[in-house]
């Protein structure tokens, strides 16, 4: 079994309790505008495109498929910066054991593994025997989720993870729609169930500036169904790495922190004693 990896981060300290390695899947079900890292979204075509573009010459166009040398590859990412597409020709497809290989490298300075994409649990059949795996290390496992993967209807990934960090980027219809072409349905249900069954590690939302009454809802939605079940991050809009055509809609300006400060103020009025901006 194989899944594509983005790429591993082997410390990180922003993606669940402790120190942590971050394992980022390749592939995503939502097209969010103000998405990070666009080119996780969707797996290369084989188009070429980056191929003449490389300056290194680590990509080359053999049958079909864009082939990626590392040891030649300089990480100036002008394949990505390239590509039409929002997806990278530098991914590996990996088994658990190569994995597992390089979360041991790293096994004496973490606490766990978190796993992140695009959209980690696409590759919900791969997640299983890794967190497996990661757990006879005496590590934990945590899922970076969007909320689009049903963990009721197939809880098996759950019984084998510590729990979720889950985005809730929106809750009215017509501003879901825009911000992650993606209804928000499976999202608020999975918010409910992981609460429910003790899974729900962490809850985050991004505020945007100048969409007050979008913000409100969204934030007095969550903060009144959490209540102090698990943590609550109000995360500021930030445009760097967000996709230009879409930086003018969302804006070009990172959201103030003192306007931040007022919806995490709203959230632990209304229950969520765990709110904070980050």
Known sequence: MRAPVNKIIPFSNVDGPGNRTSIFFQGC???CLFCHNPETIHLC???????????AGALTLEGGQVRWDSAKCVQCDTCIKRCPHDASPKIRWMTVEEV??????????????TTSGGECTLQNEFLIPLFTAVHALGKTCLIDS???FDFEKDPRVLQVSEGVMLDVKAVEPGWSDTLISHPRDMVLKNLEYLLRVGKLY???TVIFPGRD???EETVRYVAEHIGDG????????RPFGVRERYQKLLGEDETDRYYAERYAALARERGAKRACVV
Do not use: T
């Open 146 to 148: 969007n909320g689009s």
């Open 213 to 215: 009454r979008e913000n």
């Open 202 to 204: 962490e809850v985050r």
């Open 100 to 113: 597992l290989s390089e979360v041991r490298r790293a096994a004496p300075y973490i606490e766990g593994i």
């Open 29 to 31: 079900p939502f097209n």
């Open 230 to 237: 698990c943590f609550y991050k109000i995360i500021r809009y």
């Open 45 to 55: 075509r084989g188009c070429g495109l980056c191929v003449e573009s490389c300056p």
